[in-house]
């Protein structure tokens, strides 16, 4: 659906299996080098696309696991 968060006043937890893609991006929209969730930081900008799913009231309401990453790009800030 193309939708996009950006500030969310909340925190959400999104369900994160070991087939989904996690890279570094330098910025969102290009091929990154593979690492992992353990390398995130905490407050950097991160794109997280969704696997297909039904629509369903909890992953609308964006409940806890009720959304399941297929790729999850960690957005690397930018140099001086």
């Known amino acids: 659906?193309?939708?996009?968060?950006?500030?969310?006043?909340r925190k959400l937890l999104v369900l994160v299996p070991?087939?989904?893609?996690?890279?570094?991006?330098?910025?969102p929209g290009i091929e990154g080098m593979p690492?992992?969730?353990a390398n995130?930081?905490?407050?950097?900008?991160?794109?997280v696309l969704?696997?297909?799913a039904p629509t369903t009231l909890k992953?609308?309401?964006g409940d806890d696991l009720a959304l399941s990453a297929a790729s999850v790009s960690l957005v690397a800030p930018n140099d001086p």
């Open 59 to 61: 992953a609308q309401r």
């Open 18 to 27: 070991e087939t989904a893609i996690v890279q570094t991006v330098t910025k």
């Open 35 to 37: 690492t992992s969730l």
């Open 50 to 52: 969704t696997s297909r």
């Open 1 to 9: 659906m193309r939708q996009r968060q950006s500030n969310l006043k």
């Open 40 to 47: 995130a930081k905490v407050g950097q900008r991160v794109v």
